[in-house]
């Protein structure tokens, strides 16, 4: 089992920037996909950003790319989430994810972290 524990949400102005953190612990990190996903109030669960196991693929939703970076550091079992330029549409839950490499789903959530940013 892995265990996912996400930090670094609060309150920010539009324009201003955070840095989301996940912590994994439980099993060999690195032989994870790791995924950000938010939910907006009244809005689906969606994929913003992806990173695969080595660090050297990425992948960002068009809502956040060019603004949000997906990092990790696979010595301190630890995924990133740099968010610049916020807006206020990027008020939501965001929560870290966890897929092993040969399977399709998600299948460790970390409890999520709220952003709000406000206007």
């Known amino acids: 089992q892995v265990q996912l524990v996400e930090s670094g949400g609060g309150l920010v102005q539009a324009g201003g920037s955070l840095r989301l953190s996940c912590a994994a612990s439980?099993?060999?990190?690195?032989?994870?996909?790791m995924g950000w996903f938010r939910q907006a109030p009244g809005k689906e669960r969606e994929l913003i950003a992806r990173?695969?196991?080595?660090?050297?693929?990425?992948y960002y939703t068009d809502s956040v790319k060019g603004r949000f970076t997906i990092s990790r550091d696979n010595a301190k079992n630890t995924v990133y989430l740099q968010m610049n330029s916020l807006k206020s549409e990027d008020t939501a839950v965001y929560y870290c994810a966890a897929k092993e490499v040969l399977t399709t789903s998600y299948d460790y959530w970390g409890q999520g972290t709220q952003v709000t940013v406000s206007s």
């Open positions: 439980g099993r060999t990190f690195s032989n994870y996909v």
């Open positions: 990173i695969n196991w080595s660090g050297s693929s990425t």
